[in-house]
């Protein structure tokens, strides 16, 4: 079926946002924004002739400008955590802001999910928007020219595809920030879906950053070797769900997560060539105006961050994150949506 674009607001200089809107023959459709090239809504067949929409996020642009939650956005150059907001690499002592406690954290202010990325390619089923991050943006080395494809598919499969040129050594660790929720955006908790992870083991954190350690899931709340409630991992009452576990997929495209809906039925099997892979239930969410008048409260969503390990740089026996001009960073992820 053909693309279709909308109008989706301004940026605070003035400048036009657009919706861009992929569908399918199945009837399942892709909403992406070119404010920070954000997944904005993904309506998928339930098998019962409904469509909901099953992610979070808000109408227009004024509420990615302004989201502390990272709605659907595209995290670069470094998601998750940098301890101590310094890094080395390329000989050079870098630093960033500090805006988690002493830490950094998705690198950190003025954020690619609140800037205008451009279209270089759009098909009836994609759309490609491109970034360029000058040399020394937000504290990190070197220029990068960032990509992120959007594809959508007949078989109801969403994939991304991500590309970052450097023009030195840098950090690249893009992402998704995306939040699903299968029942619908407006649905409530996720704490009923089943989730399976492709996952035996994970990094054990002590203050919020990884010991270095690699250790087995079991008896652990990210112990979803099988599939279960996300309920029944948290405990009575619920533990906040935030780690990242790691995937044995060695570097080529695999599932790494199945959710299920346990109202709507629809399951999601979400696969990628990343090294790890950040699941987040955050306890604390509370989103007021969320698209369609919607109000996002505790754990509405479920975040799944293909990544590499959190602060992978100070970590040496962790696959590292640096990349050059001759090693530029490339990922891919996909979600295939289904019915039970």
Known sequence: MEKTIRPFGTTPSGQDVRLHLLANDAGMLVGVTDLGASLVLCQVPDGRGS?????LGYAGSAGYLSDEWWLGAIIGRCANRIAGARFEVGGMSCRLAANDGPHNLHSGPHRWSTRLWHVIDETDSSVTFELVSRAGDQGFPGQVRARVTYRLTEANELSLRFEADPSQPTLANLTTHTYWNLNGHASGSVLDHRLRLAANTYTPLQDHLPTGEVAPVAG?????????????????PPCDLDGNVCLDNRGKLAEAARLEGERSGISMVLSTD???LQVYVPAALDVVWAKGGARYGSRAGIALEPQFYPDAIHHKKFAQPVFTPERPFRRRITYAFGTV
């Open 220 to 236: 652990t709340p990210l112990d979803f070797r099988d599939l279960r409630r996300v309920a029944d991992a948290l405990g009575d």
């Open 274 to 276: 990343a090294c790890g």
């Open 51 to 55: 469509f909901p929409d099953v992610t």
